[in-house]
């Protein structure tokens, strides 16, 4: 007799980032029998700075853990500040401080990756976490599921979320994704520790530069120890999408030349940036087939523009634990409630980060006037309210309700 048909399905969670950590961690405080299976020998993450929005910290209070966090974490007194490219110019600044915990109940955070993880695995007991078990194969084998890892061994499961990114094992088992096409576009990261950083980056203010087919943006992380830069420029040859790939400052400061001197004092500080290209991949048609699914980059992956791809990775683990919570003797049911709940609005996500690479780039002219012009007559934090209140754990049980 399968596992699940006793009330208690045992779940792997592919993955040990930063969505799979959310998952077991959600999944382990309703009860479940969860564990995470992570190739790399060591939990951590890869890359530098990310914003944890209203509705993502919302989540991640409820795993407890979040003092120390926020401890690390800067909070925002100005979520955008947006700036002309040439001269720096004000095009709009949004207040967050006071009026962002008035309007959602939270904050708006910027962090370190690292930090976010170490939090997140403080709520999930380490024997949970298999570590160096790189999955290379699913089996189904009728009631359960046979996991095959690199090293040779197995798992079973009687349910298998795909938390494995964006050229995850798992979703070749559920959907045929639609092929990766060529973005034209490149990001750079980059780190420059703040006392080395003039005054003014300092600030705990997420600034956006807009320029012609570019555009920066540079925030405090890591308790305002180091700045965080995060550019994008035309690819041209770079067609590697790993993390791992680097650059050379000289070649993020030619992608920046003629800007505003204070930004190019910036760069010129900077550590070895990474560098990778932004592929473009169309929203999935489904993300889930009887007992399996996915979560995080291996179902949505989307363009970082909105700065959300953390925050909806910790958004489906909520919902998926809830909906799990709420149905456990049917997984199968539970996960097509899970993806009918998530998939609309990460899907929206997508499409919007996509349209704002031509919003961020255009070149100088009357679209760009109109563009600066709509920005500094908007009120965006007030009209993000479909974004920064949704709360997923309530919409996974409101829906359940019904």
């Known amino acids: 007799m399968s596992t699940a048909s006793t009330g208690t399905p045992r779940i792997a969670v592919v993955g040990g980032g930063i969505g799979g950590l959310s998952a077991a961690a959600f999944m382990h405080r309703a009860g479940l029998d969860v564990t995470v299976y992570e190739q790399a020998p060591a939990l ?28 690390k974490a800067v909070a925002l007194d100005v979520g955008w500040e947006f700036r002309r490219w040439q001269d720096g110019r004000v095009l709009s600044s949004e207040q967050m401080a006071g009026r962002c915990e008035d309007l ?18 403080c709520a999930v007991p380490e024997h949970l976490v298999r570590l160096g078990t790189r999955c290379i194969d699913v089996t189904d084998r009728g009631d359960t599921f046979e996991l095959a890892f690199a090293d040779g061994s197995t798992a079973v499961a009687d349910v298998v979320v795909g938390a494995d990114g964006i050229h995850s094992v798992v979703r070749n088992h559920i959907t045929e994704p639609s092929p990766a096409e060529y973005s034209g576009m490149c990001a750079y990261r980059a780190l420059v520790p703040a006392a080395d950083a003039p005054e003014h980056f300092r600030r705990p203010v997420q600034t956006l530069w807009l320029g012609p087919d570019h555009h920066l943006v540079h925030y405090p992380i890591s308790g305002g120890n180091y700045i965080n830069i995060v550019a ?72 970082p523009f909105y700065a959300q ?36 609005r990460t899907t929206r996500i997508q499409e919007l980060s996509r349209n704002r690479k031509e919003i961020n780039h255009l070149p100088d002219g009357p679209e760009q006037t109109a563009r600066d012009e709509a920005l500094a007559g908007s009120d965006a934090l007030a009209d993000s309210a479909w974004l920064y209140g949704y709360d997923a754990e309530l919409e996974a049980g409101s829906a359940v309700a019904q």
């Open 104 to 121: 959602y109940g939270e904050r708006s955070y910027v962090t370190h990756r690292a930090d976010l993880v170490d939090a997140l695995r």
């Open 44 to 71: 951590g993450e890869v890359g530098a700075g990310l914003v944890v929005s209203p509705n993502a910290i919302r989540m991640i209070r409820r795993l407890g853990h979040v003092e120390a966090f926020l401890d």
């Open 309 to 344: 791809g953390a925050a909806q990775s910790i958004e489906d683990a909520a919902a998926l634990a809830q909906s799990l919570s709420d149905n456990p003797t049917d997984p199968e049911t539970a996960l097509a409630h899970y993806e009918a709940v998530r998939r609309p």
């Open 232 to 303: 994008f420029a035309p690819a041209g040859d770079v067609v590697d999408e790993s993390w791992s790939a680097t650059a050379t400052v000289d070649e993020l400061l030619a992608e920046f030349a003629g800007w505003d001197s204070r930004l190019i004092e910036l760069i010129a500080r900077a550590d070895t940036p990474g560098r990778w290209a932004l592929l473009d991949r169309a929203p999935l048609q489904n993300w889930s087939k009887g007992r399996m699914t996915l979560l995080g980059d291996a179902a949505h992956p989307m363009f």
